[in-house]
């Protein structure tokens, strides 16, 4: 399976400021999964990045909130831009996985708190 | 609509002791998989067993299995013998359609499990 390293593996921000988070998979995948976490509860599919195109986003999120780049194969970002409390969750980012298991491989996560 | 339901929110269970995890699903598409995946504290999402629609047989890794009902549209989870390190916050999901039509990844809402000494 496809080993995802995400960083940075938590952080805490100020309300009004952005952070990229980036996850780099060990061989090249087409699309890869941003997830969103928020405390408590389960995880909720923010966009698909494909390389060379534009992302698409799933309802109630927006590329100009989250912009996430694709500039290759085996690597992608997300910002969370102007972070409000809100914000606060655990960020994914997935793969296929490869062989007979036909989920996802995940990154680690980023813990993201907003102050 | 909902289409993954997990109706426990929370579970203690003594160690050794075998834990099963509600799961049902609703679809009507014929052809779909069924995931369990853990999510210890640190946030990441380990795989744990995946059941396809087709399969005949319940799958089982190691001291997971799953307990597949079809008609029922249920996925329950059973860990064998728990440790202590089973503790964690455990989801299922669902995938509708299979190779090159693979849907989204729905998941359920989680059930916490605390193993207790």
């Known amino acids: 399976s496809a080993v995802i390293s995400q960083k940075p593996s938590r952080d805490i921000c100020q309300r009004g400021t952005s952070l990229t988070i980036q996850c780099q998979v060990d061989?090249?995948?087409?699309?890869m999964f941003w997830y969103r976490q928020q405390p408590g509860q389960s995880l909720t599919l923010i966009a698909t990045?494909?390389?060379?195109?534009?992302?698409?986003?799933e309802s109630g999120f927006v590329i100009d909130k989250f912009p996430i780049s694709r500039p290759n194969l085996t690597f992608s970002t997300l910002t969370v831009s102007n972070m409000s409390p809100e914000d606060s969750s655990i960020y994914l980012c997935?793969?296929?996985?490869?062989?007979?298991?036909?989920?996802?491989?995940f990154g680690s996560g980023t813990r993201l708190t907003v102050v | 609509a909902q289409k993954i339901t997990q109706t426990q929110p929370g579970m203690f269970v003594q160690e050794k002791e075998a834990v099963t995890l509600d799961c049902t699903y609703d679809t009507s598409d014929p052809s779909y998989g069924l995931f369990w995946y853990k999510q210890p504290s640190s946030g990441e999402m380990i795989f744990l067993i995946y059941?396809?629609?087709?399969?005949?047989q319940n799958a089982t890794e190691g001291r997971y299995s799953l307990n597949f009902q079809k008609a029922r549209k249920s996925a329950n989870l059973v860990i064998s013998a728990s440790q202590l390190g089973d503790s964690a916050m455990y989801f299922c999901?669902?995938?509708?359609?299979?190779?090159?039509?693979?849907?989204?990844?729905?998941f359920g809402a989680g059930t916490q499990v605390v193993v207790t000494p």
């Open positions: 999901a669902m995938r509708e359609g299979l190779g090159d039509s693979w849907g989204k990844f729905q």
């Open positions: 997935s793969v296929e996985a490869r062989g007979v298991n036909y989920g996802y491989t």
């Open positions: 061989s090249q995948v087409t699309m």
């Open positions: 990045a494909n390389q060379g195109s534009e992302a698409t986003y």
């Open positions: 059941q396809g629609s087709y399969d005949q």
